[in-house]
């Protein structure tokens, strides 16, 4: 009797699909900015009266990496990103996110500064704008100002590796 | 129970006379009751990303303190709920929405309740039609059953 | 030392288990007494193995033996000893081994207390227990070792994650294990079944009271996890939809379908083939809870740390386990007598009612829990399925559900008469219709919600309430109704309970959020609070601040109240401690938010969330009394029975049976 095996049937199918959500990561929630223009900001720059915009940026392809003193993982990605900006590969502008200035002064002369510079962005709206949730992030956008990858957490060694770099060098050629 | 409702008059009214210099009415966090309201409703619809499993009105993350600010702000704007909601959602996805918005992907989730509804009632309907049309085939006839009955020592019922 | 006895203990465990998975079945199939007899033993042993295995672990805790990986991630020196103990079961490993432990322990208690039946059933049963066990254990030791060692040593451990620092974690993960895999024996009784193809009334009177009791244990471990979340998660909510309560929950509703249906498959002898499926899928659904939470595939406040490799293995041992079960009935099910025949309108219509909503509850439930993971399987995207969702849909089929309850106990079985019932329950109608009216109105604003919500507890009530009245009447007193009858009434009492708990608190809590510097005060609800000052203080592992709140009512002072916010040392985690005033018609709800002033300002003034809670501890009241209902039917007579020949009942209950074995 066929009806007996229906049962069977379904248990099948919610095994298939518990196989694959094995195989995926809830808590990587993708960005709706991907492929999106970088929304537009002006914030004042850490330890200068000028401002920035990421319209300054036009024309090349550029990191846009948010971080903050307070922030505990920035610290496990922060000399990855110093010996990335040494190999003058692409410049990264840091978005200080609800920090105090002294501070993230002070962070950055502790731990070195691979940024171009760094938009201070204090009571976190720019953030909101960009998406950001989990402190670090690094946004991708290419010339024209448009995202082309958010990558949530510290970067890695591999996550650079096998994620920026390719992704930069083909929107560089 | 009404009673309760005077009572909490007279105790603000008490409390006020008691200890004069002392007790003010503690100032409510919020600049504006009505906006305060309809932003608990829109954020207990909204998932807080930073402890993703709590609503953003439970939760005491900093972001969402944040974002309940900003929900203020966009009420204070005269923005509707729906724009309120595609703000979100245009930052962070649909995953920030605790109830998911109705689409293709979600016909199944939304319609698979009243399905499996249906679905029982059909099952039950022609259950009970087959039962009540086959002959009597009870497995014990009555004779046994009471000999059942008597060997585990239970009352007929 | 003591880690390694642990650890060799489990192995031997395994080893039993081995032997009372494989042996007694094939014993019970081949007709050898031997190996039948084997079961009792081997189950009893495995249970003195396990306990044995986490009696040491607890005394690696409660010496803070370091060295032990998972004592030095979840424990501390500095850790009160009372939480050293229920840290065992604070992380994976360790919960993990309660799991077995339950389960272990519930194979014994079947052991000892089954002298009443067949021996084949019994080897039956402990034998595929013992499966069961073979691949938890196996899980345990391959994966998930909690004896392993960390060398060298740290001086200190980690600690404890403060959330579970509570008094409520003591109970709550034992009763929910409990009843989770307490389903286990109503899953291996329905198992064994249907290896032996002996599908009966008699099978669901034996599989009864074991379902009942594991069914209690999750009703209160479920009401306690609520609790708990309820006054330390700080938020003031009792129900979350989290996917880890939701992985409780589903084998709960279908669990409360097992018993309504064994209750027909007892007395009638019909829906066998229904009852055997609800019995393999609740336990199923507690195996597919245990790889929710352990796999890491949803994320969840409950979630523990997830590595991929114990993923896959549940999924496997789920897949063998579920995938067998319904493979065999499949195979056996179709062989199964129909059993008695019934009119349209009957107590087993009205039960297989109850069954399909309940079922319809869960499988809605399981739908919106697995959502977000089928989507993104399917590579469609990310989404949430939380509260909303879940009450929109719940909240309807639980309606009808609950209307059933007043009408289910009157019919009678075979042929009810609807006229008949109708005037019976006239009364009750109206009654619950005034109620409906008026309730609401008494407590404050007059909604729709709040008006059902008291309907259906009236409703519930009055026709329990008749029915015992009806019962008496007929004579012979209190004394003449079987316990069952007690139980049920108490537990569908205790449903009304909660229904009132649940809409009052829905409909007319109230709660306000501000900022208090000290002589500051708040009303709500007629409750006025006053801030008299905050000072810190200091416990056993943290630094707290402690608020002190007058509460008064109508000028009257009832007392001080003290909301905590505390900082534990070891993992320097911010934690919020609510003060509650509890009582029968209300809570009273403090929590401090954050210090308001600014640098410089001197006000000590804070953010400060207090709630007025009406009859919120009827929810957990009514868990209660579902429980003692679950108790008194556990304890009718007829489950005590102790048959002289039950080799003769089966045979002579048994439509078609093999019967083999030596007699009890």
Redesign the interface.
């Known amino acids: 009797m066929k009806r007996f095996l229906i049962p069977l049937g379904a248990f099948v199918v919610l095994v298939i699909f518990l196989a694959i959500g094995l195989t995926r990561d809830p808590r990587d929630v993708p960005s709706p900015l991907k492929d999106k223009p970088a929304p537009a900001f002006s914030l004042p720059q850490l330890g200068s009266d000028k401002a920035f915009s990421p319209a300054d940026m036009q024309g090349r392809v550029w990191l846009l990496n948010v971080w903050a003193s307070w922030c505990v993982s920035c610290r496990q990605e922060h000399p990855i990103l110093v010996a990335f900006a040494k190999s003058g590969n692409t410049p990264i502008v840091g978005l200080n996110y609800k920090d105090q200035i002294p501070d993230a002064k002070k962070w950055l002369a502790d731990f070195g500064d691979p940024y171009v510079l760094s938009a201070v962005d204090a009571d976190g709206r720019v953030g909101i704008n960009y998406g950001v949730y989990g402190v670090p992030e690094t946004y991708v956008i290419d010339k024209a100002g448009v995202i082309r990858l958010k990558h949530t957490g510290p970067v890695t060694a591999d996550s650079l590796k096998n994620q920026i770099l390719p992704l930069v060098a083909a929107l560089n050629k | 129970?009404?009673?309760?409702?005077h009572?909490?008059f007279?105790?603000?009214l008490?409390?006020?006379m008691?200890?004069p210099v002392?007790?003010?009415?503690?100032?409510?966090?919020?600049a504006d009751a009505a906006i305060?309201k309809r932003m608990v409703l829109i954020s207990?619809?909204l998932?807080c990303?930073?402890?993703?499993?709590?609503?953003l009105a439970?939760s005491?993350a900093?972001?969402a303190q944040?974002?309940r600010r900003?929900i203020r702000t966009l009420i204070g704007q005269g923005k509707t709920d729906q724009e309120i909601l595609d703000f979100m959602?245009?930052?962070?996805?649909?995953?920030?929405?605790?109830?998911?918005p109705v689409k293709p992907?979600?016909w199944?989730?939304w319609g698979?309740?009243f399905l499996?509804?249906i679905g029982?009632?059909g099952?039950?309907i022609a259950?009970?039609r087959r039962?009540?049309a086959?002959?009597?085939?009870?497995?014990?006839s009555d004779e046994?059953r009471r000999?059942?009955a008597a060997?585990?020592?239970?009352?007929p019922? | 030392m003591t880690p390694e006895l642990g650890h060799f203990a489990l192995i031997l465990a395994f080893v039993v288990a081995l032997i009372q998975g494989i042996l007694p079945l094939i014993g019970a199939q081949r007709n050898h007494g031997q190996w039948v007899a084997l079961a009792r033993p081997a189950a009893q042993t495995q249970f003195l193995l396990i306990a044995f295995a986490f009696a040491c672990l607890a005394h690696g805790f409660l010496n803070n033996d370091f060295s032990v990986a998972y004592i030095a991630h979840h424990s501390n020196t500095q850790l009160p000893t009372l939480y050293r103990f229920s840290a065992v079961w604070g992380g994976h490993e360790g919960s993990l081994l309660l799991w077995v432990l339950m389960l272990a322990g519930w194979a014994a208690a079947v052991s000892v207390s089954s002298r009443h039946l067949p021996e084949t059933m019994v080897a039956r049963v402990l034998a595929v227990l013992g499966l069961v066990s073979i691949g938890l254990l196996a899980f345990v030791l391959f994966t998930s070792n909690p004896f392993d060692r960390l060398l060298p040593a740290p001086a200190e451990g980690r600690d404890l994650n403060p959330l579970l620092q509570d008094p409520g974690l003591v109970f709550h993960p034992p009763m929910l294990y409990m009843g989770y895999v307490g389903f286990s024996v109503a899953f291996a009784f329905a198992i064994a079944a249907l290896i032996s193809g002996r599908l009966d009334a008699a099978w669901a009177r034996w599989s009864r009271p074991w379902t009942t009791a594991a069914w209690v244990f999750l009703t209160l471990g479920i009401a306690l996890g609520s609790w708990w979340a309820y006054y330390e998660l700080g938020w003031g909510g009792w129900w979350f939809w989290d996917p880890v309560e939701n992985a409780s929950f589903l084998p709960w509703l279908v669990g409360t379908a097992l018993i309504h249906s064994l209750a027909v498959t007892e007395k009638r002898g019909s829906f066998k083939n229904w009852t055997v499926l609800l019995a393999i899928a609740a336990f199923s659904l507690s195996l597919l809870g245990t790889f929710l939470v352990r796999s890491g595939v949803l994320t969840s406040v409950h979630a523990f740390a997830t590595d991929p490799r114990r993923g896959v293995f549940i999924l496997i041992l789920l897949a063998i386990v579920v995938g067998g079960s319904l493979l065999l009935f499949a195979w056996r099910a179709p062989k199964v007598h129909a059993g008695g025949n019934s009119g349209l309108f009957s107590r087993e219509t009205l039960l297989l009612m109850n069954n399909v909503l309940l079922v319809v509850a869960a499988g809605s439930v399981l739908l919106g829990t697995l959502y977000p993971l089928l989507i993104d399987a399917l590579n469609m995207g990310k989404l949430s399925v939380g509260p909303p969702y879940f009450n929109a849909v719940f909240v309807p089929i639980m309606v009808p559900l609950l209307l059933l309850v007043g009408i289910g106990p009157l019919a009678r079985w075979k042929h009810a008469d609807l006229k008949d019932i109708t005037a019976r329950l006239r009364v009750a109608a109206v009654l619950a219709v005034l109620a409906g009216i008026a309730l609401p109105k008494l407590m404050g604003e007059w909604s729709a919600l709040t008006a059902l919500g008291c309907l259906i507890a009236v409703w519930i009530t009055a026709s329990g309430v008749f029915q015992i009245i009806e019962r008496l009447q007929r004579g012979g007193g209190l004394k003449s109704a079987p316990a069952s009858f007690w139980g049920m009434h108490l537990a569908h009492f205790g449903l009304a309970v909660f229904v009132i708990g649940v809409t009052m608190v829905g409909g007319y809590q109230e709660e306000k959020d501000v900022r208090m510097a000290p002589g500051d005060t708040v009303s709500v609800g007629g409750y006025s609070f006053r801030l008299i000052g905050i000072k810190e203080a200091r416990g056993p592992n943290y630094l707290a601040t402690v608020g002190t709140v007058e509460l008064s009512q109508d000028g009257r002072v009832l007392k001080n109240m003290h909301p905590e916010k505390r900082r534990y040392l070891s993992s320097s985690m911010p934690m919020t401690e609510a003060a509650i005033d509890a009582g029968f018609t209300r809570d009273v709800y403090v929590s401090l938010g954050e210090p308001l002033d600014k640098p410089g300002e001197k006000t000590g003034a804070w953010s400060v969330r207090v709630y007025y809670k009406p009859f919120i501890d009827w929810i957990w009241g009514g868990c209660i009394f579902m429980g003692l209902g679950g108790v008194l039917a556990m304890l009718d007579r007829r489950y005590r029975i102790r048959v002289k020949s039950a080799e003769t009942v089966a045979e002579t209950v048994m439509s078609k049976g093999t019967v083999a074995g030596t007699p009890a």
């Open positions: 129970m009404k009673r309760l409702f009572l909490c007279l105790c603000v008490c409390a006020a008691v200890n002392f007790a003010r009415e503690a100032a409510p966090m919020a305060e207990e619809e998932r990303l930073v402890c993703q499993n709590e609503s439970g005491h900093d972001l944040d974002l900003e959602v245009a930052r962070y996805g649909d995953f920030v929405r605790y109830r998911p992907t979600t199944l989730l698979g309740p499996l509804l029982g009632i099952v039950l259950f009970l039962r009540a086959a002959p009597e085939t009870t497995a014990l046994e000999r059942a060997l585990l020592d239970d009352k019922s």
